[in-house]
C-alpha cells in the first residue's frame, strides 16, 4: 500500500480464485491425452495414458488439501486467505498456514510435483519404456510448449504452497508502518518500502520452493507406476479426508458446534 493507493499482486482480482486456480490445473489433463492420442504412435498414446491416469489421481489428493486451507481461514478468496496470515498466533508466531495445515503442506507439495510429471513421477515420459512419452512424435516449438507447460507447473505449484502456507507476500512483524516485534519494539519503514520487501519476499518464496522440487527430481530416482497409484490412492486420499473431517470437527469445537 502506497498512501490511499493499494498495489495488488494478482493478475485477476475475484472472490472465488481457488475454484479458478483448480479449473485451469484440471485443463492440463486434455493436452496430455490429446498430445499422446494425435500422435498417431503407441509409446505416446501409452505416455498420454499414463499422463491422463496420474494427474486425474493427484487432482483429488491436492483439492482435499486445499478445502483444508479454504475451512482454516474461511475464504476462497486468496488474497484474503494471505492477508489472513499476516496475524501473529499468541502475539508471536506467524498465523500461516504451515502451523495450521502442516498434513495439507505435505498433501499439496506431493501431489503438486506429481501434477508436474518431473522426476520422480515423471512415469508418462519414462525414457527407458515410452522414449519420450506422450511427446515423442514431436520436435521443435509442439516440444518446447509441452516442455514449458511442465516447468510452468512447477512455479504454480511453488506459488500456491507460498500463498497458501508460507504467507504469500507477508513478513513476519512487518506491518504498513514498519516493524512491530513483540515486547513493543518498533522499527519504522517508509510504505514504498515495505511494499517491495513484500513483492521481494513473495518471490524469495517462490524461487525457494521452486529450488526445492529441483532438488527432489535431481535426487531420487524414478518410482514405479504401481508405487505412483499406491501413493496417490491409498497414502495421500485417506490421509486428505481424514485432514479435512479433522479440521471441520476442530472448527465446529472451536465454535461451539453452533451454526
Do not use: H
Not at 49 to 62: C, D, F, L, P
Amino acid at each position: 500500500m502506497l498512501g490511499d493507493y493499494t498495489i495488488n499482486l494478482q493478475a485477476a482480482e475475484t472472490g472465488v480464485g481457488i475454484l479458478l486456480i483448480l479449473a485451469m490445473v484440471s485443463m492440463g489433463v486434455y493436452g496430455v491425452v490429446l498430445g499422446g492420442w494425435a500422435s498417431n504412435s503407441r509409446y505416446s498414446m501409452l505416455g498420454g495414458v499414463r499422463g491422463t491416469a496420474q494427474m486425474i489421481s493427484y487432482e483429488v489428493s491436492m483439492g482435499l488439501a486445499i478445502v483444508a486451507v479454504v475451512l482454516t481461514y474461511g475464504t476462497l478468496d486468496m488474497q484474503e486467505i494471505a492477508r489472513a496470515q499476516g496475524e501473529l498466533m499468541w502475539g508471536v508466531i506467524p498465523a500461516w498456514g504451515v502451523f495450521y495445515q502442516p498434513l495439507a503442506l505435505v498433501i499439496l507439495f506431493i501431489a503438486g510435483m506429481a501434477e508436474s510429471k518431473r522426476a520422480p513421477f515423471d512415469l508418462p515420459e519414462a525414457e527407458s519404456e515410452l522414449v519420450a512419452g506422450f511427446y515423442t512424435e514431436y520436435s521443435g516449438s509442439k516440444q518446447l510448449v509441452f516442455m514449458m507447460a511442465d516447468f510452468v507447473e512447477i512455479a504454480i505449484v511453488a506459488a500456491l504452497v507460498t500463498t497458501f502456507f508460507f504467507g504469500g507476500w507477508q513478513v513476519p512483524y512487518l506491518y504498513q508502518d514498519g516493524f512491530q516485534f513483540p515486547g513493543g519494539w518498533q522499527v519504522y519503514v517508509p510504505s514504498l518500502m515495505v511494499t517491495l520487501m513484500q513483492i521481494v519476499a513473495f518471490l524469495l518464496k517462490l524461487f525457494f520452493f521452486c529450488w526445492v522440487q529441483i532438488l527432489v527430481r535431481w535426487s531420487l530416482p524414478r518410482v514405479r507406476y504401481d508405487q505412483l497409484m499406491d501413493l496417490g490412492w491409498k497414502r495421500l486420499l485417506p490421509l486428505g479426508l481424514a485432514n479435512v473431517v479433522i479440521t471441520a470437527i476442530l472448527i465446529l469445537a472451536l465454535q461451539g458446534f453452533t451454526v
